[in-house]
């Protein structure tokens, strides 16, 4: 059995940044367990698999695995698998017909193409569930996790907490920029006290400004294999609701960009947008450029 492949950066310009995500586009026949054993093998933070959609209104069913897991959703793969499925109709002169809609196990997840002129260059999601806060975590796990010191963490705006709007993050302000630069992630304190069904990873950001970048930021994820993320849309589509819902204004739309990936060596930029009406968080997005990088095929 021979399976094609398609790798891109995702959340960058630029090769070598951002971002790098597996695509199938064609994984009819495989198993839950191949597909498990395919992202391990290929060892980057997610591969996805396309399948028919079983609405035919929609544009595919797409599962994403991490090396150790499946995930519900997140941000980076859908953003990739669009920019993939939409470059391979585009190059066998097919119509892309927007917007895309994928079937995941967190809901449907509507994307909108990014272009240049003609070009197809990246592509922008809404989030698929409702900003949903949950439990705050306290200051010692957070920077027991993160090998940071308490004094480290900002709790003006809010403490450490628990927010989803598909998958669940901590999401946790630091006061300032070289706090960030510090932190390391110690997997044993996530294996104690922050397992993946509480939430899938601790995202640490500043508020510093670096440029035209409103956020800095860094996630960790060491139980599902990710030692750290270079971009991560779901958690930081969620920070974008959690900051806007923190504003006092009853109306607002919050556009933010954020960078991540910085330390790591792959620079990531995402352009997240939040809004707001009466009080309540209405819509969340999340977007970004990507590059493509690899085409070959598996053998099974």
Same mark, same amino acid.
């Given at each position: 059995?021979?399976?094609?492949?398609?790798?891109?950066?995702?959340?960058?310009?630029?090769?070598? %940044?951002?971002?790098?995500?597996?695509?199938?586009?064609?994984?009819?026949? +495989?198993?839950?367990?191949?597909?498990?054993?395919?992202?391990?093998?290929?060892?980057?933070?997610?591969?996805?698999?396309?399948?028919?959609?079983?609405?035919?209104?929609?544009?595919?069913?797409?599962? @994403?695995?991490?090396?150790?897991?499946?995930?519900?959703?997140?941000?980076?793969?859908?953003?990739?698998?669009?920019?993939?499925?939409?470059?391979?109709?585009?190059?066998?002169? =097919?119509?892309?017909?927007?917007?895309?809609?994928?079937?995941?196990?967190?809901?449907?997840?509507?994307?909108?193409?990014?272009?240049?002129?003609?070009?197809?260059?990246?592509?922008?999601?809404?989030?698929?569930?409702?900003?949903?806060?949950?439990?705050?975590?306290?200051?010692?796990?957070?920077?027991?996790?993160?090998?940071?010191?308490?004094?480290?963490?900002?709790?003006?705006?809010?403490?450490?907490?628990?927010?989803?709007?598909?998958?669940?993050?901590?999401?946790?302000?630091?006061?300032?920029?070289?706090?960030?630069?510090?932190?390391?992630?110690?997997?044993? @304190?996530?294996?104690?006290?922050?397992?993946?069904?509480?939430?899938?990873?601790?995202?640490?950001?500043?508020?510093?400004?670096?440029?035209?970048?409103?956020?800095?930021?860094?996630?960790?994820?060491?139980?599902? %294999?990710?030692?750290?993320?270079?971009?991560?849309?779901?958690?930081?589509?969620?920070?974008?609701?959690? +900051?806007?819902?923190? =504003?006092?204004?009853?109306?607002?739309?919050?556009?933010?960009?954020?960078?991540?990936?910085?330390?790591? %060596?792959?620079?990531?930029?995402?352009?997240?947008?939040?809004?707001?009406?009466?009080?309540?968080?209405?819509?969340?997005?999340?977007? %970004?450029?990507?590059?493509?990088?690899?085409?070959?095929?598996?053998?099974?």
């Amino acid at each position: 059995m021979q399976l094609d492949f398609v790798t891109v950066d995702v959340f960058t310009d630029r090769r070598f %940044g951002g971002n790098p995500l597996a695509v199938l586009p064609d994984a009819r026949g +495989l198993t839950t367990e191949q597909m498990q054993s395919i992202a391990a093998e290929f060892n980057l933070a997610e591969t996805t698999f396309v399948l028919p959609p079983k609405n035919a209104a929609h544009t595919a069913e797409v599962r @994403i695995f991490t090396p150790r897991a499946e995930m519900p959703f997140a941000g980076h793969p859908n953003i990739g698998t669009a920019f993939v499925l939409a470059t391979l109709d585009s190059s066998r002169g =097919r119509t892309v017909g927007e917007p895309l809609l994928f079937e995941e196990k967190a809901g449907l997840v509507k994307l909108d193409l990014i272009r240049d002129g003609t070009a197809i260059v990246g592509a922008r999601l809404a989030a698929p569930q409702s900003l949903h806060r949950g439990d705050d975590v306290s200051l010692d796990t957070v920077a027991a996790a993160c090998s940071i010191g308490v004094s480290d963490i900002e709790t003006a705006n809010h403490p450490p907490c628990i927010a989803s709007c598909g998958v669940p993050f901590v999401l946790t302000e630091l006061k300032t920029r070289s706090a960030l630069a510090a932190a390391r992630a110690r997997a044993e @304190i996530f294996s104690e006290q922050l397992r993946p069904d509480r939430a899938i990873g601790i995202l640490l950001y500043t508020m510093e400004k670096a440029g035209d970048v409103d956020i800095q930021a860094r996630m960790f994820a060491p139980l599902l %294999g990710v030692a750290e993320d270079p971009a991560t849309g779901s958690a930081n589509v969620a920070l974008a609701g959690l +900051l806007a819902s923190l =504003r006092s204004a009853p109306d607002l739309t919050l556009q933010l960009r954020i960078a991540q990936g910085v330390d790591m %060596g792959r620079p990531s930029l995402l352009e997240a947008t939040a809004e707001k009406r009466d009080g309540r968080i209405t819509g969340m997005w999340i977007g %970004g450029k990507c590059v493509p990088m690899m085409r070959g095929s598996l053998e099974l």
